[in-house]
Every structure is written in C-alpha cells, then in structure tokens.
C-alpha cells in the first residue's frame, strides 16, 4: 500500500492560495493514480480531485475552476493548486490511491490543514 504525506496546508485569508503537495518518500516508482479529499469539521469526508498516472483529471463539481491537480513525475509528487479560497474550503486535506474520482480510498494518511480566514 503507498505511504502518502500530505503537506502546503496553512492560514490563509479568503481570496489567497495555496499549493498542496502529496509525496511517497522513499518510494522509486510512480504513485501511480491520485485523487484530493477533505473533511471538513463535523461534515464528512469528499472528493475533490482526481489525477490519473497518465495525467488526466476530473474534478468534483463545486470546484468551479478554483482548483487545479497536477503532477511532476520526475518528483513523484502531486499538487493540488487552490485558488480564490473561501473559508468554507476549511478543511483537513487528504490524497490517497484512487482509480477515479468515485473511488473510495480504504485508508487515509495525516492529511494537512487549510484554514481559510473571512
């Protein structure tokens, strides 16, 4: 099972970004497929986005363009670029393996926290 650490989260006013990062340290060969989640406090975990190893994406609707998923494979890392953040985008954020924007990771790692400030 890949090992994934979650990190760029912070305090960020509404309209800021930030630039999440999911990485597999250690690992030598592709992380493969990944999707975004997060969990907002008292609400329950959901997708946000998804990249496949070959770099195709898909994105939860209520993302609107705000958010971008992308990858280095040179790195072995996968981001996930926030933009015209709102404080409803508060949340603890995840990436896991996935197949596909539906798929429902059966474990989860630390994840990194976004607080987005009104």
């Known amino acids: 099972q890949v090992q994934l650490v979650e990190s760029g989260g912070g305090l960020v006013q509404a309209g800021g970004s930030l630039n999440l990062s999911c990485a597999a340290p250690?690992?030598?060969?592709?992380?493969?497929?990944i999707g975004w989640y997060r969990q907002a406090p008292g609400k329950q975990r959901e997708v946000v986005a998804f990249?496949?190893?070959?770099?195709?994406?898909d994105y939860a609707d209520w993302v609107k363009g705000r958010f971008t998923i992308s990858r280095d494979n040179a790195k072995n890392t996968v981001y996930l670029q926030m933009n015209n953040l709102i404080p409803e985008d508060t949340a603890v954020y995840y990436c896991?393996?996935?197949?596909?924007?539906?798929?429902?990771?059966?474990?989860w790692g630390q994840g990194t926290q976004v607080t987005v400030s009104s």
């Open positions: 990249i496949s190893s070959g770099g195709n994406t």
């Open positions: 250690g690992r030598t060969f592709s992380i493969g497929s």
């Open positions: 896991a393996a996935a197949r596909n924007l539906y798929y429902q990771p059966a474990s």
